[in-house]
């Protein structure tokens, strides 16, 4: 016995529960005749609560009475409308939640009069989809008009897709002039016949091009003027086709600070060498003030003084002191002439960098000092430990005239106190010499280290001048400064800074 075949009303039914979309069927009064499955799960509602019902029950209390007035229109000129038409619709479940929903009509005549099938789908996803995509969309824009670079985006054939606010400043036109316009009104008149083959070997091997890369650029305004660009360029893969991101930078502020900048090099080329010439006459002078000078210097001396042991009781007293005068007169040029040379040394000697214990070094400079004076009474006190990076020798030197200028302007002093230390200055570390002699008045401070300058009587602090001016050429030379303060009567501090040692490392 064959089995019977279903019924055309059980055929539509199983048709209506295997709908993937929740499938309302209503009279011309917006009765609920019919609902599928897939209407209770997404409404939340069993289908005895449903059929029966104003179809408004379904939509949110706020809409539901401009809903009867669309529903009436539709019925007076019934069509079919297909999803995803017209204003955007919300749903009402159960729990009076809402949510949006895309629907289709269809009108049908039967012989109970015309109904109409609703497929209702929730499209809460592809809203939160759209919502990303819009906000991604802004993002995009807002990070595209934030760049700091003209944007320009052309598709494969050349035209202007999408442009930023920075390439209507940069190249002076509207952005409504430039989209849909070839690439090419960018470039200057002399280059877009090449710049289009460009464009075109690009596209067939399309790859990121780093800004800077590549041959010199030019682009040009809308006046017609050129001016020098460098230009990265990205390729990116849309549904529409193959686009190509450029971001387009004027250069002409950096090729004129390179060419500035090739200049002052030449400049410095030259400078340099005019410099090796004179630190070579320098040294030729340098020898000469060693040698020629020094010896008739040394004759005057030694004349002088064989004139008064030979010839002394001969003179009066008078001839005497002219005689010791002119001694001391040449001696202390001698003395002169080594301090010009230590200075002209200190200035032009190469650095060989390393850890110096500064505390060593000032303990032998403070006994070479007590061993020259055994009588003084003084006190040095020297921070044990201190170690600089610099060059031994030159701070042996600075070290030998600060501590030097100390014993010198303690003198009378009993006892004198000489310290060597460091401590914060201004929030760096700084070394300081401080002792309790004659001081200087900080009016003057700023005569200190010039060469041949004297705050003092030379017949009560003998002296050329010169020390503080080495002492500080040595500092500089090791990225440092120095400084000193100070009262009449009552000590100076000296303090110096040197470059740190992981700026020279």
Request: glycine share 10%; charged share 25%.
């Amino acid at each position: 016995m064959k089995p019977r075949a279903p019924s055309r009303e059980a055929y539509f039914r199983a048709l209506l529960e295997a709908a993937p979309d929740a499938v309302v069927i209503a009279d011309g009064d917006g009765r609920i005749v019919l609902v599928n499955a897939q209407t209770e799960r997404l409404f939340g509602y069993p289908r005895d609560r449903l059929v029966g019902q104003a179809v408004e029950i379904l939509v949110p209390e706020d809409q539901q009475g401009h809903h009867a007035g669309h529903r009436r229109a539709y019925f007076g000129a019934p069509r079919v409308r297909a999803m995803g038409e017209g204003m955007e619709l919300s749903g009402r479940r159960a729990d009076g939640s809402a949510f949006p929903v895309a629907i289709s009509l269809s009108p049908v005549e039967t012989e109970e009069g015309t109904l109409v099938i609703a497929a209702i789908r929730d499209v809460t996803h592809a809203r939160q989809a759209e919502k990303a995509l819009r906000d991604r969309e802004t993002r995009f824009r807002a990070l595209l008009e934030a760049a700091p670079d003209a944007i320009v985006i052309a598709d494969r054939s050349g035209r202007i897709e999408l442009v930023n606010a920075q390439a209507e400043r940069i190249f002076g036109y509207p952005r409504d002039r430039l989209i849909g316009q070839p690439i090419e009104v960018l470039v200057p008149e002399r280059l877009q016949g090449r710049h289009a083959g460009h464009r075109e070997g690009y596209f067939r091997q399309p790859r990121v091009r780093a800004m800077g890369e590549g041959l010199e650029l030019h682009g040009r305004r809308a006046d017609g003027s050129e001016f020098p660009v460098a230009i990265s360029l990205s390729p990116v893969e849309t549904a529409e086709g193959a686009l190509t991101i450029a971001a387009i930078r004027d250069v002409t502020e950096r090729r004129r600070v390179d060419r500035e900048v090739k200049a002052l090099n030449e400049r410095l080329t030259r400078d340099n060498a005019e410099l090796a010439a004179v630190n070579r006459e320098l040294e030729a002078f340098s020898y000469s003030v060693s040698h020629d000078l020094r010896a008739p210097l040394r004759a005057i001396d030694g004349f002088s003084q064989a004139l008064l042991e030979d010839s002394g009781d001969s003179l009066d007293a008078t001839g005497r002191d002219y005689l010791n005068r002119v001694r001391r007169a040449a001696q202390r040029m001698g003395v002169l002439i080594d301090d010009l040379i230590k200075l002209s040394r200190v200035t032009r000697a190469d650095t060989y960098m390393q850890d110096v214990d500064l505390s060593a070094l000032a303990e032998g400079v403070a006994q070479d000092l007590q061993a020259a004076a055994p009588g003084r009474l003084a006190d040095f006190a020297i921070e044990p430990g201190m170690i600089a990076h610099g060059d031994a020798r030159l701070l042996q030197i600075a070290l030998e005239n600060l501590l030097g200028n100390a014993w010198k302007f303690t003198a009378g002093r009993t006892p004198a106190r000489i310290e060597f230390g460091r401590g914060a200055q201004g929030g760096a570390e700084a070394f300081f010499i401080r002792d309790n002699g004659a001081g200087f008045d900080m009016a003057h401070a700023d005569q200190l280290f010039r060469a041949f300058q004297r705050l003092h009587d030379a017949a009560e602090f003998p002296g050329t001048g010169i020390g503080l001016a080495t002492v500080q050429r040595v500092i500089h030379k090791h990225g440092g400064r120095i400084w000193a303060t100070g009262e009449v009567d009552r000590g100076a501090t000296f303090f110096f800074t040197l470059q740190p040692r992981t700026a020279n490392v």
